[in-house]
């Protein structure tokens, strides 16, 4: 191989849903250049069983979150002011990226955008996530730490207090997104989570309407519902929970009859489909045209770990509305998905794929 076959092969381990204009301009080498040379790679057998993501193969784009979580067990009772004997678990987390793996085990072209540090939390991150989406837009920014989040529990699993370092996504601008515009306007869904700021949710809203894209928000907490767009108009999903709900309408939820008033509230904003989630209880939906439903929660008997369960639940749902399922339908496969992943250990069940969800499905249909 020349040192021209060699970079991009290099390249592409490292960036293997990298578009040929991509590699193209990291490298330095014009397009048609590196269509030739991907072509003999491919004839020789030294590229195989990988297709590119070409502009003409629409990608779902998730926008925010990407950081590790590390929980650790005390052994004793806690004292402060002093070591204490522990034991710790490191896994990848963020709402986006969560999602973004899920959707990519599901079959989907996949893109994250997120800012992360140039440090060794990103080197994880990108170890577990680079076989389910495309990473290289993701922005590192080498004076700032990649997001963490750390729990310190008791021996029973209960939080005695948790520690989270996410400065950095307030360095998530418009103007990081405007470089990836070209991917955004081509997008077949975009995502995004409540992890950024106010106005760059807003762009992408911009973008969603300009560009005829579907969009779904997805709240992360309940102090940062203050990032709503200020319009609902033009949101096609937004997946919710009760706390959330609440703290945007400032009302409360205590029954049935107001569970379901705030996910139609939404749909009288704007926004086409809304679910609110309930935990133990289900989850409401609405949508235009739509009366607001309520639908039990799959019941769980040993549940492992509820970490990852809400972006499991999301993609889920998108996953099978994509797929063309009326709306009950893929909620329903979003709780299938979450009820699931309780029973796993990891944020995100590796033994996840389109198969098996639809095995599920109709398991659960039974």
Request: aromatic share 6%; net charge negative.
């Given at each position: ?85 522990t ?30 540090g ?108 203050n990032?709503?767009?200020e ?11 009760k ?27 704007g ?10 209880k ?15 929660a ?12 809400g972006?499991a ?14 709306i ?16 796993s ?17 109709e398991?659960?249909?039974?």
């Open positions: 191989m020349d040192s021209k076959e060699v970079k991009i092969l290099n390249f592409l381990r490292k960036n293997p849903y990298a578009s040929q204009l991509e590699i193209a301009n990291e490298l330095q080498m014009s397009r048609p250049a590196v269509a030739n040379i991907i072509s003999g790679l491919i004839k020789s057998g030294k590229i195989t069983g990988r297709a590119y993501i070409l502009p003409e193969n629409k990608e779902i784009i998730c926008i925010g979150g990407a950081n590790v979580d590390r929980k650790y067990i005390v052994k004793n009772k806690l004292q402060m002011g002093t070591s204490n004997p034991t710790s678990l490191q896994s990848i987390g963020g709402v986006a990226r969560n999602i973004a793996e899920n959707l990519g085990r599901l079959g989907h072209s996949v893109r994250l955008l997120s800012v992360v140039n440090d060794m939390e990103y080197e994880s991150i990108e170890k577990v996530s680079s076989p389910w989406m495309n990473l290289f837009s993701v922005e590192k920014l080498s004076n700032y730490s990649t997001g963490t989040y750390s729990a310190i529990l008791d021996t029973h699993g209960e939080m005695l207090f948790a520690l989270a370092n996410m400065d950095i996504y307030d360095q998530f601008s418009v103007e990081y997104l405007k470089k990836h515009e070209a991917h955004l306007a081509n997008a077949q869904l975009l995502i995004i989570d409540m992890n950024c700021p106010k106005d760059v949710i807003e762009y992408i809203q911009t973008v969603s309407i300009g560009h005829k894209i579907p969009l779904a928000i997805i709240p992360v907490s309940s102090p940062k519902m990032r709503m767009p319009s609902l108009d033009g949101i096609d999903w937004l997946i919710t929970n706390d959330e709900a609440e703290t945007y309408f400032k009302m409360n939820i205590e029954d049935d009859a107001s569970w379901k008033k705030a996910a139609q509230l939404f749909v009288e904003e926004i086409k489909q809304v679910v609110v989630t309930g935990g133990s289900g989850v409401v939906f609405a949508g235009q045209n739509l009366d607001a439903t309520i639908i039990p799959i019941h769980v008997a040993d549940i492992v770990d509820v970490t990852g369960a972006d639940f999301v993609s889920g749902t998108l996953h099978a509305w994509l797929e063309a399922s009326e009950n339908q893929a909620v329903i496969t979003g709780m299938i998905n979450a009820s699931k992943t309780l029973q250990a990891e944020t995100v069940r590796t033994e996840l794929t389109k198969i098996g969800l639809d095995n599920e499905l398991e659960y249909k039974r």
